[in-house]
């Protein structure tokens, strides 16, 4: 289960995911962001909130691979991830390394409340 949405100005799309992320709901997930992320502001900030997810499936990496490379397209600035166990923690940052642009900026926080100061520059 997922959730998109984006503040009143465009320049920010929150990424909700908890339980269990299949390929199906991946599938949802990339038609969803193929629609929402064009109308965003170059600059945008992405906002990622794992802390509910227990399990993704390793066929949905596929297409968050190709989200990652859509927000590159469309002029994403910064990732703030929300991941509060270390080891999703490290196979995130190994699919980062290789599906963002070397200069977007790339935060990962425990919490919602160590990401706010962040989210709201």
């Known amino acids: 289960m997922f959730s998109l949405s984006t503040d009143d100005k465009g320049n920010k799309l929150i990424i909700t995911v908890k339980d269990y992320f299949d390929l199906q709901q991946a599938e949802q997930f990339y038609a ?5 992320v064009p109308k965003l502001k170059k600059g945008f900030i992405v906002l990622t909130d794992l802390s509910s997810l227990e399990r993704m499936d390793i066929s949905a990496r596929l297409l968050i691979e190709k989200a990652m490379d859509l927000f590159n397209k469309n002029g994403v600035s ?3 991830r929300i991941i509060p166990d270390q080891e999703k923690d490290i196979g995130l940052n190994i699919m980062s390394l290789f599906h963002y642009s070397s200069g977007i900026a790339i935060h990962t926080y425990k ?3 160590e990401a706010e100061s962040i989210l709201h520059k």
């Open 78 to 80: 910064r990732v703030i």
């Open 111 to 113: 919490s919602y409340r």
């Open 32 to 36: 969803e962001l193929a629609k929402s």
